[in-house]
Nanobody, 127 residues
């Protein structure tokens, strides 16, 4: 399974971006998908995740109310709408996927639980 994340860029604080994660596998509609980010010098951290149907979502506290994850299984694509961006959101954003239902066990938050990773897309928020 190959994942391609795109949509990053430079935006001013308060602005918006939409990231996309496109998958090569036709079975992607059954995968749990997460977005993670990594700022320079920091560990990769969970941002948001979504179950296979899109009916269950999870968010890291600092992005709640600003970011929205969604998916279009017909297009094998997961989206991350980011609004009210802050300079501290600056990072490389990665999408990740796994065949299992990670949200049942809380594993959806954990980097090692995901088998497939995209290459990352850089988001820079200027103040």
């Amino acid at each position: 399974v190959q994942l391609q994340a795109y949509g990053g860029g430079l935006v001013q604080a308060g602005g918006s971006l939409r990231l996309s994660c496109a998958a090569s596998a036709r079975t992607f509609s059954t995968f749990t998908v997460g977005w993670f980010r990594q700022a320079p010098g920091n560990a990769r951290e969970f941002v948001t995740g979504i179950n296979w149907s899109g009916g269950t979502t999870f968010y890291e506290d600092s992005v709640k109310g600003r970011f929205t994850i969604s998916r279009d299984n017909a297009k094998n694509t997961v989206y991350l709408q980011m609004n009210s961006l802050k300079p501290e959101d600056t990072a490389i954003y990665y999408c990740a996927a796994d065949r299992r239902d990670l949200y049942y066990s809380g594993a959806i938050y954990e980097v090692p639980e995901y088998e497939y990773w995209g290459q990352g897309t850089l988001v820079t928020v200027s103040s």
